[in-house]
């Protein structure tokens, strides 16, 4: 089954969740420290439920494969953001992401 423009490969969807935003990264990676205050700050903003993954955890060839792409940010299941978290966009996909 194809997967959905913006979606994570199925290698990479760790577990299923229903959380509208969820924040993959891996500890020590200073780009996710960046991404995750801006990501969580959003999320209380828009009083959105955040899940975290830490790809850090995940099998050693996921790591490598998708390590230069971190952080992701799913929103509602798509893939928005990779790499870089800019605030203002993050603040814009929120705001126009359709109410639930």
């Given amino acids: 089954m194809p997967r959905r423009p913006g979606a994570l490969p199925t290698e990479l969807s760790l ?3 229903s959380a509208p935003i969820t924040f993959i ?3 020590g990676c200073p780009r996710c420290a960046l ?3 801006t990501v969580a700050g959003a999320a209380l903003r828009f009083k959105l439920a955040l899940e ?3 790809l850090g955890q995940a099998a050693p060839e996921l790591i490598e494969r998708w390590q230069d792409d971190l952080p992701i940010v799913l929103i509602d299941g798509r893939r928005r953001f990779r790499r870089t978290v800019p605030p203002p966009l993050l603040e814009k996909a929120l705001r126009e992401r359709p109410v639930r």
């Fill in 35 to 37: 991404a995750q205050r």
């Fill in 25 to 27: 990264f891996r500890r």
């Fill in 15 to 17: 577990r299923r969740t």
């Fill in 52 to 54: 975290e993954v830490d």
